[in-house]
């Protein structure tokens, strides 16, 4: 029987409380398939440790989750701890060293979710976007001079590689030849303005497209892209971006399908040659943090994505299934969604629906 180590970071704020629904979903399906399971270890890293400690997580942090399977995150940051020092502190670091360079966002209207786009059924909202995570315009070069003068300034310099470029575009032309609906990848840029990153990647988004003659593509400057997402969404298959251009779209692209609360997101090592680490599109949620009202279905649609990539394509469908049960009755769900249940009742409740639909 596989078993599979998974290390939990619930982290900060509303993380704590979705990533416990997440787990008794694992926990549920793993019992009812009985062909696999899970070992959990659960890291308590987050900014109250650092208000403890000094730091995100310990020295050898890394060293310890590297051992793991998945890695499967709630949030990172929380007021009392400037934003940069907890991301670099444990979230963006974990991306870095385990070579998570591609981040899966689907945008997927999941049945009885109704899109705030007037008109726009499951039919219209059904992409994925592609973001690099390891590279780009998050990239810690740069620095503050002349401060406390009238010269005070910041620069912050943007790193796009040859290497980091061309696996995100490959990935992303891959990911349209073998799942796409229509064979098309979309590249965000702004070639326009940023004279020197964008065109680069422009130049590879053109050279890669030539391996793959069989996909089409298009190449869109970021902005009019937003307006696409709203205007004309059914147009998009697969959209590859960089990391802060792919980090905006997404959190646009939740909010046609549902909003944060629902948008998953998979941060992958392909070469698996360290985890990989599933964890929501939205954040620690300090205004509805300790309430018991998160909505946990973005975490529990990670856990799907994990099962996925842990090859348990069944279960990782079969959680789908159960959400868009319980999506469609709208009897239980949390108050983003117009419902008035708790966290901790819409877990328990997609758990009912697996055990009615496999046990
Ligand atoms: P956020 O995603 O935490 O919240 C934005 C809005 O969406 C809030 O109104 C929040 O209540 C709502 N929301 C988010 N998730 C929800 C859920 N599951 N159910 C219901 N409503 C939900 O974004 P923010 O306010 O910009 O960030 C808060 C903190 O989280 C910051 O410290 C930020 O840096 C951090 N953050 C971390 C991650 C991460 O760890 N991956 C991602 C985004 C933001
Ligand atoms: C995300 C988040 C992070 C990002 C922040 C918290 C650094 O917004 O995962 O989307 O920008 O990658
Ligand atoms: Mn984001």
Redo the contacts with the bound molecule.
Sequence with gaps: MEKYSIALLPGDGIGVDVVREGRKVLETISNIHGGYSFSFTEFDWSCEYYAKHGKMMPDDGLEILKNFDSIFLGA??YPGVP?HVS?WGL??PIRRQFEQYI?LRPVKLLKGIQSPLAGKTSKDLDFIVIRE?NEGE?SSIGGRMYEGTDMDMAIQNSVFTRKGVERVLRYAFNVAQKQGKRGHVTAATKSNGINHTMPFWDEYVEKISHEYPGISHDTVHIDALAAFFVSKPETMDVVVAS??FG?IL??LGAAIVGGLGIAP?ANINPEKKYPSMF?P?H?SAPDIAGKGIANPLASIWCTSMMLDHLGQPESAKAIIDAMEDVLQEKEVLTPDLGGHSTTEQVGDYICEKLRARLG
């Design positions: 990172v940051g934003d991301l979230l963006l981040n995570n998050y990391n802060l980090d997404t959190d997101s964890e599109v954040g």
